[in-house]
């Protein structure tokens, strides 16, 4: 369980974690991963999300996932990349979370993951939560703890041991 006075704090900041779903890069379930992949090369990001035409959330695609389509017992052949689409080949099994956030969730998600989808209750994409925009969170708290709460060291018994 997150201390009380962090978690404020963190709420705080809660407004800066969510990077706008018109901000972030993305690829149709339907698009020809001769697309999603100019797409993947263009932005430099590793991973990005896969919508539907409703733009409900579907799944994430990576550059690597592309990559394997291409391997042939010849070697690369990105030939084959106009006879697919996104959705053949996208990561399903993602954890998303919604509005409003629960911090404590974010982190331990965050562990295993650059960044998580936020979607509504509908599964429609809002946005992402990126682990960078988490440790700016973490450090604002860091540095601003001790101007909103008093901390004080907690005084433990020492414990004699026995001869």
């Not at 700016?136 to 907690?154: C, S």
Request: hydrophobic share 40%; proline share 4%.
């Amino acid at each position: 369980m997150i201390a009380k006075s962090i978690e404020s704090l963190f709420e705080q900041r809660q407004d800066h974690f969510l990077i706008p779903a018109e901000i972030v890069a993305n690829v149709q379930e339907t698009n020809h991963l001769d697309h999603a992949f100019l797409v993947l090369t263009k932005i430099k990001y590793s991973k990005i999300p896969v919508l539907d035409n409703e733009q409900h959330f579907k799944g994430l695609l990576s550059l690597s996932m592309i990559a394997e389509t291409m391997l042939g017992m010849n070697g690369i052949d990105p030939s084959t990349l106009p006879r697919h689409q996104v959705r053949e080949i996208m990561q399903t099994d993602v954890p998303t979370i919604e509005l409003p956030y629960d911090i404590e969730e974010i982190l331990h998600l965050l562990v295993d993951q650059p960044f998580l989808v936020v979607v509504d209750k509908d599964q429609i994409f809002t946005g992402i939560v990126t682990r960078r925009e988490i440790m700016k969170g973490f450090n604002y708290t860091a540095h601003e703890l001790e101007h909103y709460f008093t901390v004080t060291e907690k005084q433990t018994e020492k414990i004699e041991q026995e001869s």
